[in-house]
């Protein structure tokens, strides 16, 4: 995704810091609102990795911090679940006065109930998500339980939340006590989908239960199996952001993508990589994948090497090849299996000893072909295979032309 770092003023006139995150090809087909977690932020592991997954599918995502919270202005100590609303609403009118009004909500813990009450007031929004969500707001108060009595008797405590240290003040819980939400879901008009760990120690799976059963369809309910409260796994909130997008793409009006469309016979291809990480993002002409490294080698295992696509690119053009030799020449194919594994290999040749041990790169490939085929015919598709365009590209060396953009 490419990250765009912007600020807009709520109305309380305090400006508040942001991230509209598009997809790195540039084109985007809906607007998200993200409502981060209780006390989180914008730049929060979760939100940014579930954001990648939506740019992915064409939606941008813009990620803001709540006022008092992160690099917004504000007090913490001042604000409350109704003016964690307020700024949805204005983030949702910052989007709609300068990009296009947003199509889908989403909501994490208390962002949850704060994006139902948010999108519910908004014309544009056809969806909204939960994760991790309350159904009672005033249920996140657990996490200072013990201080509830001072905060009645004095009207404030400081307590710390995440290694960091903040004021509540009275009125925070007040406003939490009188927030009810279960008509607003049944009434909102939008569809829903609740994504819920059942391993969540922080917000039990019973408030999910209650969010989905105070919702009308259409609704959907994911179940985020071992997942903990605040999607620390890499791969479980990245499940989450790519579902968000397949999900949503049947109410928001996402494009089909019927495959891409080549304009003067070139094909483009975006990759784009992000500070302290090997978690690759690759836009190739219309269709998004990952690449990544293995864990041993310092990634995270998401994705296919770079190795392997090189691998998977010449696997696919071999399958394509045969596959087209075989319909011209009519034969009785049934299927093509193609194994590939890259290796680096001691070069065997040279012109001295150094040489010799030099490495280069050797791509072992096995072919499997079904059908009633003679011996003959599946030996001469074995040469058409070295035909194929890739193999054709790989064999020689290969050109690369490098400039600044």
């Known amino acids: 995704m490419n990250s765009q770092k912007l600020h807009f ?32 932020s914008k730049n929060f592991t979760a939100v940014r990795h579930i954001s990648r997954a939506l740019t992915r599918e064409g939606i941008a995502v813009l990620r803001f911090d709540f006022t008092g919270l992160g690099e917004s202005q504000g007090d913490f100590s001042e604000t409350n679940f109704s003016s964690n609303v307020a700024d949805l609403i204005d983030a949702s009118n910052y989007l709609s006065n300068h990009y296009a009004a947003p199509k889908l909500f989403i909501g994490h813990s208390l962002g949850g109930p ?46 710390t939340i995440g290694g960091r240290k903040f004021t ?17 879901i049944a009434n909102m008009r939008k569809a829903l989908l ?22 009308k369809h259409p609704k959907s309910f994911l179940s985020l199996d071992n997942a903990d409260h605040l999607l620390t796994k890499p791969e479980d909130s990245l499940y989450v952001g790519t579902v968000i997008a397949n999900w949503a793409r049947r109410y928001i009006g996402l494009p089909v993508d019927y495959g891409p469309t080549l304009e003067a016979k070139t094909q483009y291809v975006v990759a784009r990589i992000h500070r302290n990480e090997l978690l690759t993002e690759i836009n190739a002409n219309g269709h998004s994948m ?38 011209h020449k009519k034969l009785a194919l049934d299927s093509i299996t193609v194994y590939l594994q890259h290796n680096k290999v001691h070069a065997e040749d040279g012109a001295n000893y150094e040489n010799k041990r030099n490495k280069i790169d050797v791509i072992e490939r096995e072919i499997e072909i079904k059908g009633d085929l003679s011996d003959e015919q599946k030996q001469r598709m074995l040469e058409i295979a070295n035909r194929c365009p890739v193999h054709q590209t790989l064999s020689p060396a290969v050109k690369i032309i490098t400039r600044l953009k």
């Open 168 to 184: 509540i003040k009275k009125q925070f819980l007040q406003d939490l006590q009188k927030t009810s939400i279960q008509d607003v």
């Open 194 to 215: 609740v994504c819920h760990s059942p391993m969540d120690k922080t917000v039990g799976i019973d408030q999910a239960a209650k969010i989905f059963a105070a919702a």
């Open 9 to 40: 003023e709520n109305s309380q006139g305090l400006q508040l810091a942001a991230f509209l995150d598009v997809p790195i090809n540039g084109k985007t087909s809906a607007y998200a609102v993200f409502a981060h977690c209780f006390t989180c």
């Open 290 to 327: 990952i690449a990544d490294e293995p864990i041993n080698l310092g990634g995270t295992n998401l994705g296919p090497s770079p190795y392997e696509i090189l691998a998977s690119a010449l696997g696919a053009c071999t399958a394509m090849t045969l596959q087209m030799y075989a319909k």
């Open 114 to 159: 704060a994006a139902i009450i948010a999108a519910s007031q908004i014309q544009s929004c056809k969806t909204v998500v939960t994760i991790g969500s309350p159904c009672d707001p005033e249920h996140v108060t657990h996490l200072f339980q013990e201080l509830k009595t001072i905060i009645e008797q004095e009207g404030q405590a400081e307590t």
